[in-house]
């Protein structure tokens, strides 16, 4: 996956505490749930360290959260087993 990443310049707090509960697999309907991970350094001495891509490292990747398998046009319609094999 390609894309075109630029920072807005604008500073978004996240409270942990208020973001969903992780979704849990379905066995009847069997769907991936597709994410996007983007990896950044961190530095333990920033106290807020501001994610653009000076210290991205990779990204960004989809895959499944389910079964860990990679995003492909073959697998969108493949069934998810729910758990990596």
């Known amino acids: 996956m ?3 990443w630029e920072s807005t310049g604008i500073r978004q707090r996240i409270d ?3 973001l969903p ?3 849990e697999y379905n066995p009847i309907s069997q769907e991936h749930c597709w ?3 983007v ?17 991205m490292l990779f990204g960004p990747r989809v895959g499944c959260l389910f079964c860990e398998k990679p ?15």
């Open 71 to 85: 995003y492909s046009h073959l697998l969108r319609h493949r069934r998810c087993p729910g758990e990596p094999k």
């Open 35 to 37: 994410i996007i991970i």
């Open 2 to 4: 390609t894309g075109h």
């Open 16 to 18: 942990a505490d208020k």
């Open 39 to 55: 990896t950044y350094r961190y530095n333990p001495d920033v106290a807020e360290p501001i994610l653009d891509r000076d210290i």
């Open 21 to 23: 509960d992780t979704p």
